[in-house]
């Protein structure tokens, strides 16, 4: 399998290399800014300098323009960590930076880029709103054109880095809207930067069940003014970035998924060999046996998905819906029972923060619900479905 999950030496090396480093430095940190819901900025400041941030982003603007596979190691490794950092990373690494190198123009590229691959800048993606998840293009967010500016009005809501603490704004975000009169699917896609008038942070979300290392924040722009350059191709074209990002943004998340399933599958394997009851280890019983093999091959089956429609997806081409859907359908709910039948193996142990299942398990759920609903995945698998008359 290692053909499949690292097809050449220099994913191998890229997989040791994050594996030492969640181990040394991702692992310790996680439990401690899970429980005080904070970012770790330092650590994210690490992995720029480890080349990660922009980890699909072109060499030329300071990415390492790393292919599906890269990404989908790298969000793997940090998740078996702290899933929670893990997301924070994937939304500014997948959602901002590879969505600005794919969709914006060389000046926009030139001037963001290489601060956000080395971390100056922390970037997020604003598409949800309040009262719009599921039913995206129901966004209400406008953009009216104002001579060489665009007036933005509307609210974003469940921003992943919106905030970096309880007070300050991210620095940057992909910011979709629609302009007056534009059609339901013509949404527009504007690069909005902190200090921008108009521009604020509305609240930091707090109380979150899982993912309580990445902040969570609603946005708020009131006659927010951004120049015409700020504009990420033509007005009306934005859609089809989003859904083209959306892709990549699956995978990963689904990559991440394997990340918590991976570890709750390792922790729950050494304590069944580990802990006795009536005189044998827990791994002796049949029910705990269940609970094992079959995480084990639900696991490997996941990776096996994820791994193999990485291997297909080429970043400058979309056209990947049906899998990129598929792998977050199967693996969110997969690393979810994982990390639930983690608890169960644990007891007791297993319901408390010090052996780590139990944050593993809210973690994984939020898997279900950001970057598409498992019904949103449900609903666009099935249509495009019914395009097929065979499979391949
Ligand atoms: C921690 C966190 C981080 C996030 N980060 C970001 C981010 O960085 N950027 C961003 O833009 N968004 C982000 N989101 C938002 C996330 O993508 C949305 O929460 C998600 O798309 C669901 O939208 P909603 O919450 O409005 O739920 P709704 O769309 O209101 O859905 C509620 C329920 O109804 C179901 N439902 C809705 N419509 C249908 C239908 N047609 N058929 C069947 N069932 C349906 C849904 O599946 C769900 O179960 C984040 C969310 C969270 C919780």
């Excluded at 093999?293 to 056209?319: F, K, Q």
Aim: charged content about 25%.
């Amino acid at each position: 399998m290692a053909k499949l999950f690292d097809p050449t030496p220099e994913h191998a090396a890229l997989r040791d290399m994050l594996r030492r480093f969640a181990d040394e430095q991702v692992r310790p940190q996680a439990a401690a800014h899970d429980r005080a819901e904070r970012f770790n900025h330092d650590l994210f400041l690490q992995l720029g300098e480890l080349g990660l941030l922009g980890v699909t982003v072109a060499e030329r603007f300071g990415g390492s323009e790393l292919d599906a596979v890269g990404a989908c190691i790298v969000h793997e490794e940090l998740s078996a960590a702290d899933p929670g950092f893990a997301l924070a990373y994937l939304a500014h690494a997948i959602l901002f930076a590879n969505n600005l190198d794919k969709n914006g123009d060389d000046a926009q590229r030139a001037r963001i880029l290489p601060p956000a691959c080395e971390g100056k800048l922390i970037g997020g993606m604003a598409m949800s709103e309040p009262d719009a998840g599921t039913d995206v293009l129901g966004m209400s967010t406008t953009a009216k054109r104002e001579g060489d500016e665009y007036v933005l009005d509307g609210a974003k809501m469940w921003i992943t880095n919106g905030a970096i603490s309880d007070t300050e704004l991210g620095d940057v975000f992909l910011v979709y809207a629609r302009v007056a009169g534009a059609a339901r699917n013509e949404l527009s896609m504007f690069i909005v930067e902190k200090g921008m008038a108009g521009f604020g942070l509305g609240q930091k979300i707090h109380d979150k069940l899982g993912m309580r290392a990445s902040t969570t924040a609603e946005l708020v722009f009131d006659g927010c003014r951004v120049p015409l350059a700020n504009r990420v191709g033509p007005e009306g074209s934005a859609a089809l970035h989003m859904m083209r990002n959306l892709e990549l943004e699956r995978l990963t998340l689904a990559a991440m998924s394997l990340g918590i399933a991976r570890r709750s599958l390792e922790l729950m394997n050494a304590y069944a060999r580990d802990r006795k009851s009536f005189g044998e280890p827990l791994n002796h019983f049949g029910q705990v046996q269940r609970h094992l093999a079959e995480s084990y091959a639900e696991y490997m089956a996941g990776r096996s998905y994820v791994y193999a429609t990485a291997a297909e997806i080429d970043l400058d081409v979309p056209g990947h819906r049906l899998d990129s859907d598929g792998v977050k359908l199967y693996c969110s709910t997969m690393a979810k029972n994982v990390a639930d039948r983690a608890i169960q193996v644990l007891g007791g142990y297993g319901y408390v923060g010090e052996y780590e299942v139990e944050r593993l398990w809210r973690d994984a759920k939020l898997l279900e619900i950001g970057g598409g609903t498992l019904e949103a995945h449900q609903k666009n698998m099935t249509r495009d479905l019914s395009r097929l008359d065979s499979l391949r």
